[in-house]
């Protein structure tokens, strides 16, 4: 059964706005999920966030654009009431990584690919920056 990775706003911006060396490592990522290596996922709020700074950054269409291959390649997570709850009582300090931590818990995802690891100290999941799950998982 492939390994089921959870990708944060973060990492998928780096692949989107080609940001120099993280930009790299989420594209190699992201070429081990279309090779079928990895099953990739993220939430409906990401995708927003994605729109959103793309948006600003670059323009509407490049946004749209992206986000279309995106979701051609990886999974998009519901985020409802519960997994909405569950965040709130979350021990978690920062809510919008709290939510995609229970996004990920409630789909049986057990890794998180972001560069801000330092907000998941409190998740019982294995949280990766891009860097070290290349060198971990890809180039073993």
Do not use: P
């Not at 709020?45 to 979701?71: D, V």
């Not at 409802?80 to 978690?92: C, G, N, P, T």
């Amino acid at each position: 059964m492939k390994e089921k990775i959870f990708i944060d706003t973060d990492v998928i911006l780096d692949v989107a706005l080609k940001r120099d060396e993280f930009g790299l490592f989420g594209a190699l990522i992201f070429d081990n999920i279309e090779k079928g290596i990895f099953e990739g996922f993220t939430s409906s709020i990401i995708i927003n966030n994605i729109y959103y700074i793309q948006r600003k950054i670059e323009s509407r269409e490049k946004a749209i654009n992206f986000i279309k291959k995106l979701i051609k390649l990886i999974k998009v997570l519901d985020v409802d009431e519960d997994v909405i709850k569950k965040a709130l009582d979350s021990e978690m300090k920062d809510f919008e990584d709290s939510i995609q931590n229970e996004v990920a818990l409630k789909n049986n995802i057990e890794t998180i690919i972001t560069r801000n690891t330092a907000d998941y100290k409190k998740s019982k999941l294995k949280i990766y920056t891009s860097e070290e799950f290349v060198n971990i998982k890809i180039r073993k």
